[in-house]
């Protein structure tokens, strides 16, 4: 195939060089270019082969010709035939494809198998390896947590079967786990603690708060805090326990210091000193179901005691009597709407 195709290809120089011989340099041109679009002379550097033919013809030294062969614009050679063996051998036979089809760095079916072999591209692989990595370390961390909570249902069971006098004292599984609590308790989400105009509340405390609660200290505990509280024994050292109780009356009604809505009423199905007794042996005033108004009193997962409109009030403690609410004086020392009296 090739020496028929450089026989071929001589036969067209030949004929070139007499054309070049006999015309004008346009003529000479358009016959040079008709022969370099021929798709496989290409192969073969045809400026070197026409001057090899004109140097055969004894015609260099015509006007023109040595210099057309050399001076026609044509496209830049392609290695000869040796070299289209590794382009998955040459197809320059007549019937063939033109060069321009081979594909570089072998045939397509080439190519396919290279890529099986290779699978997946080299920086898609990192991005699976790093996929997978994360994958291993959120299931690493899930198990971690499901371990955590089983050993402490493990605790609080081994608690359970101690003393039960002094079972109230250790935590429950409700609290340890953060199940809602139980009828007649209303939960509520995190949203309601969310920041509004004053903090965790649309407005700041009550200027002048019942029994002589210090506002500074009440706005900041009722609107910038979720887990502080006044200090042990605080409401003692105010006028609640010589002012809470008017006579004649049975019960005190406490308004949240923010808005003046009714929290809590205190003491029902117990007496005055009992109630009074309850709270000064946990330093807070401590409330039961029996005494919220669940109208505007909410309990969040982790036993935080709020308002509806954010105030933050204590937190709920249960113990062996059940639930126990355990109040900051500052956040229930509110006045009343004008209007809204229990």
């Known amino acids: 195939c090739a020496q028929h195709d450089r026989n071929e290809l001589a036969n067209m120089a030949l004929s070139a060089t007499a054309s070049a011989a006999v015309s004008d340099r346009s003529a000479a041109c358009a016959s040079t270019v008709s022969f370099s679009e021929q798709p496989w002379a290409r192969c073969y550097m045809p400026a070197v082969l026409v001057s090899s033919a004109l140097a055969r013809l004894r015609a260099t030294s015509q006007p023109g010709a040595s210099v057309l062969a050399c001076a026609v614009d044509l496209p ?5 035939v040796e070299a289209c063996a590794e382009f998955g051998g040459c197809s320059h036979k007549r019937g063939g494809k033109s060069p321009r089809s081979a594909t570089p760095g072998g045939s397509r079916q080439q190519l396919l198998r290279e890529g099986t072999k290779l699978g997946v ?3 898609q692989k990192t991005d699976l390896a790093s996929e997978t990595a994360a994958a291993a370390a959120a299931q690493q961390k899930k198990l971690k947590k499901l371990k955590e909570i089983s050993e402490r249902i493990s605790k609080v069971m081994e608690d ?9 004292t250790r935590t ?10 139980g009828p007649p ?15 965790t509340s649309s407005s700041p405390v009550q200027h002048d708060l019942r029994w002589g609660a210090a506002h500074k200290l009440a706005d900041a505990i009722c609107n910038f805090n979720r887990h502080a509280a006044e200090e042990a024994g605080y409401f003692q ?10 006579k004649g009356e049975s019960e005190v009604t406490f308004y949240d210091s923010n808005t003046g809505k009714s929290l809590f009423s205190a003491p029902r199905g117990r007496t005055w000193k009992e109630f009074v007794d309850e709270s000064s042996s946990h330093g807070w005033p401590s409330f039961r179901d029996t005494e919220v108004d669940w109208s505007f009193v909410r309990v969040l997962p982790d036993g935080e005691t709020v308002s509806i409109h954010g105030t933050h009030l204590g937190h709920n403690l249960p113990d062996k009597s059940g639930n126990r609410y355990c109040i900051n004086l500052v956040s229930v020392a509110g006045r009343p709407q004008r209007g809204f009296q229990s």
């Open 76 to 80: 830049p050679p392609l290695p000869p």
């Open 121 to 123: 591209p080299k920086g």
């Open 160 to 168: 359970s079967k101690g003393d039960p006098e002094t079972r109230h």
């Open 172 to 181: 429950s599984l409700r609290t340890s786990l953060h199940v809602p609590f």
């Open 185 to 199: 308790v209303v939960m509520a989400d995190e949203y309601i603690m969310g920041p509004k105009g004053h903090g």
């Open 237 to 246: 050292t105010t006028a609640f326990l010589k002012e809470g109780l008017a």
